[in-house]
Nanobody, 115 residues
Framework: QVQLVESGGGLVQPGGSLRLSCAAS????????MGWYRQAPGKQRELVAT???????NYADSVKGRFTISRDNAKNTVYLQMNSLKPEDAAVYYC?????????WGQGTQVTVSS
């Protein structure tokens, strides 16, 4: 079992920044990749960014150059630094941890981008 707890969401003006955190606990040694996904009202959940144990990253085209995913292995935490936020970035952001044959999800954190 893996438990994921996200934090860092909130309200920010367009052009602003937020940093999301996802703390993992439990069977963390079985995790081979983690990522951030988001879901806006009426839309499907979509990939934002992923990072592997080896540090390889992948980003959605819509966030490239603005968002950065990183991990602190000592703290078992993955971060998503979000800069130059746009109204279309508003969504519930979910952390995901991949292990062999299944994935775990956090409860989500709301990001609102509005003036």
């Amino acid at each position: 079992q893996v438990q994921l707890v996200e934090s860092g969401g909130g309200l920010v003006q367009p052009g602003g920044s937020l940093r999301l955190s996802c703390a993992a606990s439990g069977s963390i040694g079985s995790i081979y990749a983690m990522g951030w996904y988001r879901q806006a009202p009426g839309k499907q959940r979509e990939l934002v960014a992923t990072i592997t144990n080896g540090g390889n990253t992948n980003y959605a085209d819509s966030v490239k150059g603005r968002f950065t995913i990183s991990r602190d292995n000592a703290k078992n935490t993955v971060y998503l630094q979000m800069n130059s936020l746009k109204p279309e970035d508003a969504a519930v952001y979910y952390c995901k941890a991949d292990i062999v044959l299944r994935a775990y999800w956090g409860q989500g954190t709301q990001v609102t981008v509005s003036s």
